[in-house]
């Protein structure tokens, strides 16, 4: 009984001082209606060497989507970060405006359509990709602003 309360403590211990080290990614997605508005927001957590598996919304998001806003969190992702939110076909449905973030500072853009800002009409699910942070448990948020289609939300 002895040996096996000092592996039990003896783990738990090891796995306290290696805490840091050991970085856990997660993707918590909230949606949150606005009046006729939707406002779509992920909370993530990066694992350790930066990493985030893509990421698809919990509902389809079917709407007019007008706006992103990024936050990074209390641990910033590496400087200039970048975000995709590629559609049921593989489309970056902000065409790439989602790009070079900032570590300190709140940003918001529109979707860019053929190199121009307007909105996006999108059907289905979208799927979160974050690339360009080597940052162990970096956080950060997204909220995405949609004008829904239909009541879905």
């Not at 090891?14 to 927001?41: D, W």
């Not at 996006?120 to 948020?141: D, E, M, P, Q």
Request: overall charge negative; proline content about 3%; aromatic content about 8%.
């Amino acid at each position: 009984m002895k040996k096996k309360l000092i592996a039990i403590l003896t783990l738990v211990s090891t796995l306290f001082l290696f805490k840091g080290a050991m970085a856990v990614e997660s993707v918590a997605q909230y949606p949150i209606k606005e009046g006729r508005l939707i406002v779509y927001y992920m909370a993530w957590t990066t694992a350790a060497g930066g990493t985030l598996t893509a990421t698809e919304t919990s509902q389809e998001l079917n709407g007019f989507i007008v706006l992103a806003e990024t936050d990074p969190g209390s641990t910033a992702p590496t400087d200039n970060y970048d975000i995709t939110l590629t559609d049921e076909a593989g489309a970056d449905v902000f065409g790439g405006a989602l790009a070079n973030r900032d570590t300190s500072t709140t940003e918001r853009t529109m979707p860019k359509v053929n190199g121009n800002y307007s909105g996006v009409i999108n059907r289905g699910k979208l799927t979160l990709n974050l690339s360009g942070n080597s940052v162990n448990s970096a956080t950060g948020g997204l909220y995405i602003f949609i004008i829904p289609l239909d009541d879905t939300f």
